[in-house]
Structure formats: C-alpha cells, structure tokens
C-alpha cells in the first residue's frame, strides 16, 4: 500500500471533521433556537432532510473513484 494514498484526502473524511460539524451544527441549532423561540425538536425536523442531503453529497464528491 501506498502511504500517500491512505492520507489523501480524496481517499476518506476524518472522524475528526465530522465531529467539527456536528458541534457547530449543535450550536447553530441553540443560537436558532434562542433567536427564533421555535422548540430544539422543530429545527431538528426542518433541518433534517438538508443535513441528509448535505451528507450524501459530500460522501458522492470524496468517493467518485471508489
């Protein structure tokens, strides 16, 4: 195997950016919440079918190749 390959960023996205979004995301949700005065559960539901479609678009543009 090739080390340069496995560090490619092409190749896969590291748990630690995932974990980046998520708590950014996490925070986006209460400054909403606090702005807004809508229930945590309702910027769930209307962010949900975005973050999905966020999601497989990003695993779609890093795995062309796979």
């Given at each position: 195997?090739?080390?340069e ?36 559960l ?25």
């Amino acid at each position: 195997m090739n080390a340069e390959k496995i560090s490619s960023p092409k190749n896969h996205i590291p748990v630690r950016d995932w974990i980046v979004a998520f708590v950014a995301a996490s925070c986006a949700a209460f400054l909403i919440i606090g702005y807004a005065g809508i229930s945590y559960l309702e910027v769930i539901k209307r962010a949900f079918l975005p973050a999905i479609i966020s999601c497989i678009a990003l695993v779609y543009l890093v795995h062309p190749e796979a």
